[in-house]
């Protein structure tokens, strides 16, 4: 793909909307939405101009995505009638391997591949994907837009957000600036969540599958567990309590609806693991030990957590080509709440050339769940 074409899309990223996936926790809403005016077009106009370069770069998801197609068709009939005929409905797959997903003003919906891969034939996936971004097309872009221009224009000049060059004649920083349009961004992601849950709930996928999705994302390397004040996306960590605030009226929707959870749309729910934070122990007069508190939901059988050290990540399914000593490994039932796996590291060779880096747990076929960052060894 030429660079162009790259850089385009990724100011589409920061223009369209505050994007999917990977901060405070808002407990209520931080700033008051933009009021949008009833002849505001500038989205709709912005979308026109753009969609066909949008769509020159991706394509009709085809056989292969089947399921994304199926599911996409399934969450828009929980739309109101009017959205068929507001917007432009249509999924479109971006074939660059990236782990992203975002939404034009006009109601098309674009999927790299990567994430689109990831989510594979499951219809649960998929619908936790495609409900966050329907959700983002009621207008966020127009929100987005209106909320920068009075960040600009609060002091009668214009900021550039971003730009520490440029000089602070309002009352306003440009750092603060960056700071308050990176919360608003990011509680229009929350807001994009909670209703994606209920969105999902309605079309008959269990909100379990919105965790395990964002969890699945971390462990591949996509987002952090804490977001800096300028980011746009909430972190991982602080989207699971978000979720939680919506999860429960959402699982209540879905069980009302969906009695017999295997005869859903997205059938059984997943297995979730919450993985927190590992803590570091001493134990005996030279070695240490690694603790890993974590709970499961919707767990039949066990899972393998492995500690990885050293640097890189080694992907499960070449883990025969890990040199010895380099990974410890438990399989575990999770069945207290917390559950605590704890690793001892005087087993590991080289320690003191090594710090442990990961913690990842993996279902039975080898599936990655969740990822936790392991604390640095002492030396």
Known sequence: MELATVALRRILLKVLVCLLFAFPAFAQQIFDSPQIPANFKLDMETAARLRPELMAQSSLPGSHYAAGAQVFKQLLEQLPKISWTKFAWQLRI???????????????????????????????????????????????????????????????????LGDPGLPSTSWITTQ?????????????????????????????????????????????????????????????????????????????????????????????????????????????????????????????????????????????????????????????GCTSDPTVVTFTLANISERGKADATDVYVFDLVGDVLDRAEAPKLPH
């Not at 229009?188 to 395990?212: N, Q, T, Y």
């Open 94 to 160: 971006v074939d660059d391997d990236q782990l992203d997903a975002y939404a034009s003003p006009d109601g098309a919906i674009f999927v790299e591949s990567g994430l689109a891969k990831l989510a594979g034939q499951s219809n649960g996936l998929w619908a936790a994907i495609l409900s966050h971004e329907i959700a983002h097309v009621r207008r966020d872009w127009a929100r987005r837009y209106l909320y920068q221009k009075s960040l600009e224009s609060s002091g009668n000049s214009e900021i550039l």
């Open 176 to 332: 603060k600036a960056s700071e308050n349009l990176g919360r608003f961004c990011r509680q229009m992601e929350v807001d994009a969540d909670r209703e994606s849950l209920m969105l999902m709930a309605r079309a008959g996928f269990h909100p379990d599958f919105a965790p395990a999705l964002h969890h699945i994302l971390h462990a591949a390397g996509s987002g952090a567990r804490q977001a800096s004040l300028n980011a746009m996306h909430p972190a991982w960590e602080e989207r699971d309590r978000e979720l939680m605030r919506t999860y429960f009226a959402a699982r209540i929707e879905f069980e009302h609806r969906w009695p017999d959870w295997y005869a859903s749309p997205g059938g059984n729910p997943p297995v979730v693991i919450f993985a927190d934070a590992p803590k570091l122990k001493k134990a005996g007069s030279s070695g240490w030990q690694i603790q890993v508190p974590m709970r499961c939901q919707n767990l039949a059988g066990t899972v393998e957590v492995v500690l990885r050290v050293g640097s890189g990540v080694v992907p499960r399914h070449v883990t025969d080509q890990v040199p010895p000593g380099s990974e410890l490994r438990q399989l575990t």
